[in-house]
């Protein structure tokens, strides 16, 4: 139930429910490399916080009164950056109440729609380094993350990895691209962000007990376009994400191979969006949890299938029929009206006679 309503706000709130969120050490300036079209968090622990924002144009914004459109500040100090792009590169202070650096993030957003994608069972090979012949002796390298955790378990999954792209002089510390080359890096090619995946095996750590997830009701395949667009709640380019379609997996290996097939994952999100043209029962999992399934709008030649594939861990009852997420979310807050209002009406009204009158209200719901 709280996962639920988490992730329902999430959706229906930007800035609210999971993120990636960074940390850095109090009075210490980090520098790194994201990822652009990813919501991040960037969090400072003060007392009454203040961000200001200096961009690669050398202008230092206070972040509440600029207007930057994508960033707002979220109640608990830190710095909520939506769909970031390449104008969010820059640095980030986040000032305490009498005006001293608390944190300083100097981030390079680099541009995800680059994204190089090499999956190891297919042979392909991430990219080389390459001299930036700018008279420095630059090298221009990708500085590989750990690989994340297998998207599936106890069955055949896959793991991705990121790589960003930095520049190193010979003696010097490297520094991500954005920053390093500012505008100008749209003239290398080889400027540009990776994601490496391979299959992977491991073995569950919890068995999925009493996990809830969101039940998505009745997507369309559009007519024009001939295909539907499915978002998997809390997923992330950042997070290991799964999706099945009738309980087959979806994998990189099949979808970044020549053959056809008809769903997409879209790198840019990591597959945190699907994209579908046939209809059948989606499940999205993250971090090995099943976090959503998609019913497609009309149900009747899938219930045969739901039928049989019910009974193992997915017996879950339907919350409602809601063709959107937001419906969804109505629904809880009228359950939640109905709860408070019976709890209010046993308590008060119908106090005398409690046992009998109880069951009245049970009816309601
Ligand atoms: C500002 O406050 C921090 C702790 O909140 C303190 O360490 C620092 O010395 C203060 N700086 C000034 C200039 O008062
Ligand atoms: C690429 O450059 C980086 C940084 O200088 C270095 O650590 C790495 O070993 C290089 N890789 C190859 C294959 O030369
Ligand atoms: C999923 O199963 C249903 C019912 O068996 C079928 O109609 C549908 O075409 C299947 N979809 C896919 C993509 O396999």
Not at 182 to 198: A, H, I, N, T, Y
Not at 265 to 290: H, K, N, T, W
Not at 303 to 311: I, N, P
Request: a neutral charge; hydrophobic letters at 35%; glycine letters at 8%.
């Amino acid at each position: 139930m709280i996962t639920i309503l988490w992730t329902l706000l999430g959706f229906a709130l930007p800035g609210f429910g999971f993120h990636h969120t960074i940390r850095c050490p109090q009075a210490k300036e980090c520098q790194l490399a994201l990822l652009s079209h990813n919501d991040v968090v960037l969090e400072c622990r003060s007392y009454k916080a203040d961000w200001f924002f200096l961009g690669m144009d050398m202008e230092e914004k206070h972040i509440v009164f600029s207007g930057i459109p994508n960033i707002k500040e979220n109640p608990e100090g830190g710095l909520f950056i939506q769909n970031p792009s390449f104008f969010n590169t820059g640095l980030y202070q986040c000032r305490g109440w009498n005006g001293t650096q608390v944190t300083g993030y100097k981030i390079d957003f680099q541009d995800a729609s680059k994204l190089h994608i090499t999956h190891t069972g297919l042979n392909q090979k991430p990219l080389k380094n390459e001299t930036l012949n700018m008279g420095h002796g630059e090298i221009v390298f990708t500085k590989w993350e750990p690989w994340q955790k297998c998207s599936n378990c106890e069955t055949l999954g896959e793991r991705k990895r990121l790589g960003f792209c930095y520049v190193k002089e010979p003696l010097e510390e490297p520094i991500p691209c954005g920053l390093y080359l500012g505008e100008e890096e749209e003239l290398f090619p080889r400027v540009r962000p990776e994601m490496q995946v391979e299959a992977c095996y491991e073995l569950c750590q919890r068995n999925g007990i009493g996990v809830d997830f969101v039940i998505f009701d009745s997507f369309r395949i559009q007519e024009q376009t001939e295909y539907a667009w499915l978002t998997c709640p809390l997923a992330s380019i950042y997070r290991p994400v799964h999706w099945e379609a009738n309980n087959t997996a979806l994998t990189w290996q099949k979808q970044l191979s020549e053959k056809y097939v008809s769903t997409f994952m879209d790198p840019l999100s990591g597959g945190q969006q699907l994209r579908v043209v046939q209809p059948a029962i989606y499940r999205c999992f993250v971090e090995q949890e099943l976090i959503a399934q998609f019913n497609p709008a009309n149900p009747d030649n899938i219930m045969e299938f739901e039928r049989r594939s019910k009974g193992k861990e997915w017996s879950r009852k339907q919350p409602g029929k809601a063709d959107s997420v937001l419906r969804g979310l109505k629904l809880m807050l009228l359950m939640l009206s109905v709860l408070v209002v019976g709890a209010f009406l046993c308590k008060v009204v119908f106090r005398p006679s409690q046992g009998k009158k109880r069951n009245q209200v049970l009816l309601v719901k």
